[in-house]
């Protein structure tokens, strides 16, 4: 039984829950503590204690938590990226590179506690300095989701940590082994007690409470839309500092002047690996009818090449899906692309085994041509392996097609043309735009995040992620 940490010591949960292994639900990862409110409460109270001494604790005892940290990570990363690919259900070289990802993270924020400045100003009056220095905001709820187990957390726990607040940490109930692997090597790392807290639990239950608990003084949120308008409400409702990242309806666009490999490189990257269940996917992709016909060829070729397999086998290119629920939404949305008329042209079928014989959730990728911009197929995220393409007569109705979305994280085009590059560049209604690259996968140096319906608040990563764990403070100094 894997435990909540709290207040520095292992919980029993009032119940448990059982990680399951997509790739073969009879492999049991593992039986997981689940706290319930007055547990998480416990947890807030406990981060509350630790915050005055955490907000006063010196950059180098930051630094050298952080650092621990990423360095065991990193050092680990073959075995916790085969508990993430266990546990999710993402490839092993997905996994295992999402496992780097999280130590570099770390690694990087322990150079921000180090690299925290302020500006000191002349005042307009005469003999008057000012100081604009950055505080941490205090206790800090992270709200998770299950498609990066390990870097979601991590992009969330180590700015906070970094500039002074104190955490409490409610990972995704379908994969928390990552979460708990992750807790219990910060747990090891040195982190005073209460400073670091893990609550294993139901979003409604543990998660209402960090939402609701007015010492919680800011909410980083990753999930689906409905929950994050929930989490925006209810810290609306009490002042409380909130930052959401939500879905995607991510569009890939290719020119006729595109080179052909590298576009159908990209699409088939961001729009099917990981399962398709990333929030940068490409699910749309948007072609000009001078390169449609070339292009579409390659696609169905290389989409019914794909290997939907067991994660950890040597040779896969597609894990299966999460879990039963999310292969059920997938497929209903297969079937409404379908009645509202568009063509499958590769894949869509749900598998029950693995080659092995193993039962689990497999779904071969599907493609789908003569879509429509008002299908639900292109508006609605159905977070799986399910690309819908669209045809367009030239830039500037690629473009239009593009935007023509209420969500705007991550936005793609495929061009050897420097004008229509740059001119996307500009256009593209999205937080990130690539431009002959796959909108999933990002750097974790520089900010991550989207506008419009996928996003609210402060950038996430980077330097910019001091924008949501800290506050300003402006100082007068008379001489
Ligand atoms: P979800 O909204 O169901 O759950 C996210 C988290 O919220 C979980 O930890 C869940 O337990 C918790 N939660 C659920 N109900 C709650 C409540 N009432 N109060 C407080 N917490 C609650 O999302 P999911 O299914 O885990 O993740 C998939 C979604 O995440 C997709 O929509 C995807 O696009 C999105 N996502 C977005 C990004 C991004 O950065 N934009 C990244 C990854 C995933």
């Known amino acids: 039984m894997y435990k909540n940490l709290i207040n520095g010591e292992w919980v029993d949960g009032v119940r448990s829950s059982r990680n399951i292994n997509p790739s073969d639900?009879?492999?049991?990862?593992?039986?997981?503590a689940q706290a319930d409110a007055s547990q998480a409460r416990s947890a807030?109270?406990?981060?509350?204690?630790?915050?005055?001494?955490?907000?006063?604790?010196?950059?180098?005892?930051?630094?050298?938590?952080?650092?621990a940290a990423g360095n065991e990570i990193i050092a680990r990363k073959a075995e916790l990226g085969n508990l993430l690919a266990r546990e999710e259900g993402k490839t092993l070289p997905e996994a295992i590179g999402e496992v780097g990802r999280a130590g570099a993270i770390f690694k990087f924020f322990a150079g921000e506690a180090l690299r925290q400045a302020g500006d000191l100003l002349a005042s307009v009056r005469p003999?008057?300095?000012?100081?604009?220095?950055?505080?941490?905001?205090?206790?800090?709820g992270l709200i998770t989701p299950w498609n990066f187990p390990i870097a979601i957390p991590a992009w969330k726990l180590a700015p906070a940590l970094a500039f002074g607040n104190t955490v409490v940490l409610k990972p995704a109930d379908l994969v928390p082994g990552s979460a708990w692997a992750l807790a219990d090597i910060l747990h090891r790392a040195g982190l005073p007690k209460g400073v670091f807290n893990l609550v294993m639990g139901r979003g409604a239950?543990?998660?209402?409470?960090?939402?609701?608990?007015?010492?919680?003084?800011?909410?980083?949120?990753?999930?689906?839309?409905?929950?994050?308008?929930?989490?925006?409400?209810?810290?609306?409702?009490?002042?409380?500092?909130?930052?959401?990242?939500?879905?995607?309806?991510?569009?890939?666009?290719?020119?006729?002047?595109?080179?052909?490999?590298?576009?159908?490189?990209?699409?088939?990257?961001?729009?099917?690996?990981?399962?398709?269940?990333?929030?940068?996917?490409?699910?749309r992709v948007i072609v000009t009818d001078g390169i449609y016909e070339r292009f579409m060829a390659a696609m169905v070729e290389r989409t019914n090449a794909l290997k939907v397999d067991d994660a950890r086998l040597a040779g896969t290119d597609i894990g299966p899906?999460?879990?039963?629920?999310?292969?059920?939404?997938?497929?209903?949305?297969?079937?409404?692309?379908?009645a509202e008329g568009a063509t499958l042209a590769?894949?869509?079928?749900?598998?029950?085994?693995?080659?092995?014989?193993?039962?689990?959730?497999?779904?071969?990728?599907?493609?789908?041509?003569?879509?429509?911009?008002?299908?639900?197929?292109?508006?609605?995220?159905?977070?799986?392996?399910?690309?819908?393409?669209?045809?367009?007569?030239?830039?500037?109705?690629?473009?239009?097609?593009?935007?023509?979305?209420?969500?705007?994280?991550?936005?793609?085009?495929?061009?050897?043309?420097?004008?229509?590059?740059?001119?996307?560049?500009?256009?593209?209604q999205a937080g990130m735009v690539m431009v002959n690259l796959p909108t999933a996968g990002v750097d974790y140096h520089v900010p991550f995040?989207?506008?419009?319906?996928?996003?609210?608040?402060?950038?996430?990563?980077?330097?910019?992620?001091?924008?949501?764990?800290?506050?300003?403070?402006?100082?007068y100094t008379q001489a």
């Open 25 to 32: 639900t009879r492999d049991v990862v593992g039986e997981y």
């Open 44 to 67: 807030v109270d406990a981060a509350q204690a630790a915050f005055g001494a955490w907000s006063q604790s010196t950059p180098q005892q930051r630094f050298d938590v952080l650092d």
């Open 127 to 140: 003999g008057v300095r000012v100081e604009v220095t950055r505080e941490p905001i205090g206790v800090v």
């Open 205 to 283: 239950e543990v998660g209402t409470v960090l939402l609701e608990d007015p010492r919680v003084a800011g909410i980083s949120f990753t999930g689906s839309v409905a929950t994050g308008q929930k989490v925006a409400a209810a810290c609306l409702a009490r002042m409380a500092k909130f930052q959401l990242e939500m879905g995607g309806k991510n569009p890939f666009v290719v020119l006729d002047d595109a080179d052909l490999g590298v576009a159908v490189n990209c699409a088939i990257n961001s729009g099917f690996f990981s399962t398709g269940q990333r929030c940068t996917a490409s699910s």
């Open 321 to 338: 899906v999460v879990d039963e629920k999310q292969l059920a939404q997938d497929l209903e949305y297969i079937a409404i692309a379908q």
């Open 346 to 428: 590769a894949g869509g079928r749900a598998q029950s085994h693995s080659s092995q014989g193993a039962p689990g959730y497999y779904l071969t990728p599907a493609l789908f041509t003569d879509t429509t911009p008002g299908m639900r197929i292109n508006r609605e995220e159905v977070f799986g392996p399910v690309i819908s393409v669209q045809r367009a007569k030239n830039y500037d109705e690629a473009l239009a097609l593009a935007n023509d979305t209420p969500f705007g994280l991550a936005s793609g085009i495929a061009t050897t043309s420097l004008k229509h590059a740059t001119h996307y560049k500009q256009h593209a």
């Open 449 to 475: 995040g989207g506008r419009k319906g996928s996003s609210y608040g402060p950038r996430e990563q980077g330097r910019h992620a001091a924008e949501f764990y800290t506050t300003v403070k402006t100082a």
